[in-house]
Structure formats: structure tokens, C-alpha cells
């Protein structure tokens, strides 16, 4: 079932795979992997509010109970039996623009709020009593064990924070706040190399050939990866060809370092990579796609070792100048677990 372009509110059944474009393109900014943390909450007495910024799949486990009822992979508050709602403010991993949200139920189908809501605020620390909140999703119906997507595509904002209220009460599994994260590249220093792949200076993934076991936008996540699950890694390639992904720098450089780094990758690394790069003004995700086969590369093919971080220096960097965008190949298969492209600060101009 296909859900690109909704309406707002649209609900989507838990057990649909195919999720809109905003979910597919943009990172959860509300993902504890990233830090994002719930400050404060008016009531969490069945679950913690924590568990609804986890970025695993929301799990029902039969017979599972604690002290306080019955165990729920989600933020479930007691019944309320005064006047009033809930609320949970949560600080995101990432300040950016919101895309789009999913207000998650899964599994809560007795327990579920009829409705919630979303406001939200940019502020330096965290709020307090003074702070202005904007609504971003005014109040909205939910369903038990369903998906609650909001394209806020519109938006251009960029917060810190989300204020979710619950009317009157109940549970939720999980919050996702779809969005590009925001990088002031005026207050950088432009003499310096920045990470301009890096997820929280604005890097973000276009496109990619396979991600049967790994997630595409971990290689662009702060660190090493924790285990083989932390990183992307395909399928094993049973015909001609090699896999690939295209990586939006968060700002034009020239480039100056690459790492590409195979942790915990042993039976399943490349065996080669090379990088592809070129200065894009205009294009879409979908065009992009295709332009990239013909981009010039910016590093020539490489032997790949297991477990192990590489490093490349201008020595072995291709002179391309300024670029925006580049391309991985992994040859023929396999995993990685980090892609790190530094450089010099660019002018952002037309295509070169």
C-alpha cells in the first residue's frame, strides 16, 4: 500500500511496509541514537516516555508484566480521571526542519489516545516557563496499532524542541520526527576542513542500490559503529554489477580527507570502493540517480580490508574542485559501517 502524499492525519495500518517519502528520505531528528532525550513528562506511570524515542520497531511482548501493569514497548500513562491532558517535551537529537511526523500506536489498541498534538520551539538551552511554543500539528484523531503520518512539508522552520500532547491520556509507541538536520555554515570557519558528510552538519543520503541488512543513513552517524548492525550493508550480489549510495555533502567543498571505515565487518566488507563526485545546482533524488553514473571519480578504486578505518589523503583525492554530492561504490557487495568526506568550505555556485 503506498502512502506518499497523504493528507494530514492519514492513518496507515502498523502492518503497512511502505512508508510516505518524508520517512524514507529524512533521519528521525527524535531518535535517542542521536540523543534525543524526553525532559520532561506529566505522567509515565505504565512506560517510560523514553521508550517512544527508541529507534527500533516497537515490540508486544505476551505476559510480560512489571510492577506497574502490563509491560508496554512505548510512553503509557495512567488513566486520567481529572481534568486535563498529557504532555511529554522532548529535546531533539538534532536541531533541523521538520518534514514530517509519525505519531506510532502500535500495539496500544485499548490504551490509545483518541488524539494528540504537536507544538514546537528553537531555543538554546532547554524551555522553561517563558518559552514561546508554536503548534506545528494542530490536535489530530489517532487509531490503536497505527501508523499517524503528517507531511509538514511545507514547514522551513528549524526547532529544538517538540512539545507532544496526548488528549486525555494513554499510550505511544514511538515518536518520529522526519527532518533535515541545520548546520549555520556562516558562523564555520572557512579555513579549516569541516565533515561535511556528517549527519549533524547537514550530510544526508539520496538514494542507494540495496540496504537488505544495514540502514543507509548510520554511515553518516557520528563515532564507530557499535556492532555489524550499525552501519549499511546489502545483499550478497548475485549478478553483474556493484552496489552503491549517493550522499548529499551538507555544504560544497573541495575535498581534502575520506574515511571509509569497515568495524565489524569481517566475512562481509567490499572488496573495493571508489568515490564519484560532481557540483550539482539542480536535480532531483530521482535524477540524481542517473546523473551519477556519469560523475567524474573522485577516488579511484580502492582495496578494502576487514575491521578497519581508511584513510585518504589529497595524494590519492582526485582534483575535481568545489562539489556538493558524492557517490560510494562498494564492489561488489558488502558493509560498511562509516563514510566521512572533509573539506574546505566552497562557495555555493552553479554547476561545474
Known amino acids: ?99 514530517g511526523v509519525d505519531i506510532d500506536t502500535s500495539h496500544f489498541t485499548g490504551n490509545f489516545p483518541p488524539a494528540a498534538s504537536l507544538d514546537a520551539c528553537y531555543c538554546a538551552g532547554d524551555p522553561d516557563e517563558d518559552t514561546v511554543w508554536t503548534p506545528i500539528v494542530a490536535p489530530i484523531s489517532l487509531k490503536g496499532n497505527a501508523h499517524h503520518f503528517i507531511d509538514m512539508a511545507r514547514e522551513q522552520r528549524t526547532y529544538t524542541h517538540l512539545r507532544l500532547s496526548i488528549y486525555p491520556d494513554g499510550g505511544v509507541a514511538r515518536l518520529r520526527v522526519y527532518g533535515q538536520p541545520a548546520c549555520d555554515w556562516a558562523a564555520r570557519d572557512h579555513s579549516v576542513s569541516h565533515e561535511v558528510s556528517a549527519l ?47 550522499v548529499e555533502l551538507g555544504h ?14 569481517k566475512g562481509n566488507y567490499p572488496d573495493r570502493i571508489s568515490l564519484q563526485a560532481a557540483h550539482v545546482s539542480q536535480a532531483t533524488d530521482q535524477s540524481l540517480v542517473t546523473q551519477a553514473m556519469f560523475w567524474p571519480y573522485l577516488l579511484e578504486e580502492q582495496a578494502t580490508g576487514m575491521d578497519a578505518q581508511h584513510f585518504y589523503e589529497e595524494s590519492t583525492i582526485k582534483a575535481l574542485g568545489p562539489v556538493t554530492h558524492v557517490k560510494l561504490n562498494i564492489i561488489p557487495d558488502g558493509g560498511v559501517s562509516r563514510l566521512r568526506v572533509w573539506g574546505k568550505l566552497a562557495a555555493q555556485g552553479t554547476q561545474s
Open 200 to 246: 549533524a552538519n547537514g550530510g544526508r543520503i539520496v538514494a542507494y542500490s540495496d540496504a537488505h541488512y544495514g540502514t543507509p543513513f548510520r554511515v553518516l552517524m557520528e563515532g564507530r559503529g557499535v556492532n555489524m548492525g550499525d552501519g549499511w550493508e546489502t545483499r550478497r550480489r548475485r549478478e553483474p554489477g556493484n552496489d552503491w549510495c549517493i
Open 252 to 265: 560544497a567543498v573541495t575535498v581534502d580527507k575520506i574515511e571509509v571505515d569497515t568495524a565489524h565487518f
Open 1 to 99: 500500500m503506498a502512502v506518499d502524499n497523504l493528507p494530514v492525519g492519514t492513518i496507515v495500518n502498523a502492518a503497512a511496509a511502505d512508508f510516505p517519502e518524508f520517512a524514507r528520505r529524512y533521519v528521525n531528528l527524535a531518535s535517542a541514537d542521536f540523543g534525543a532525550k524526553v525532559l520532561k513528562c506529566s505522567d509515565e506511570f505504565f512506560a517510560s516516555a523514553d521508550r517512544m524515542l527508541q529507534s527500533s520497531e516497537p515490540v508486544f511482548i505476551v505476559g510480560k508484566f512489571d510492577d506497574h501493569g502490563k509491560w508496554m514497548d512505548g510512553w503509557e500513562t495512567r488513566r486520567k480521571r481529572v481534568a486535563g491532558h498529557d504532555t511529554a517535551v522532548v529535546r531533539l537529537g538534532m536541531p533541523g526542519v521538520i518534514h
